[in-house]
């Protein structure tokens, strides 16, 4: 129960294995909601950098910068937030994208 929970916050097929194995309404279904919340709010994030990157001159591209390493940071302390809050056998939402996480239907 804790391994498919923590294994929820990998992208991708860390989110198939809580869907499939998890009972509906368990916590690693909760945390693969979680973790893929996480995961569209990085790909937002980062989508928006590199359009807010390539409409600045280019001496300013470091701006791009900035902003994906924003994107990153917040994504890793999601991660970590997340799994930590897994292992110890909690629903603790995670900021901003928590409760949205818990309205989707998986």
Request: aromatic share 20%; proline share 7%.
């Amino acid at each position: 129960m804790k391994v498919l929970a923590l294994v929820a916050y990998f992208p991708v097929f860390g989110w198939f294995f809580p869907m499939f194995f998890g009972k509906s309404g368990s916590l690693e279904r909760y945390h693969a909601r979680q973790g893929f919340m996480a995961f569209v709010f990085f790909t937002l994030c980062s989508s928006f950098a590199w359009l807010a990157s390539h409409s600045v001159p280019p001496f300013v591209g470091f701006v791009e910068h900035f902003l994906y390493a924003g994107a990153v940071g917040v994504y890793v302390y999601f991660l970590v937030r997340g799994g930590v809050a897994a292992v110890r056998l909690k629903e603790r939402p995670l900021p901003l994208i928590g409760k949205k996480a818990e309205s989707l239907p998986l």
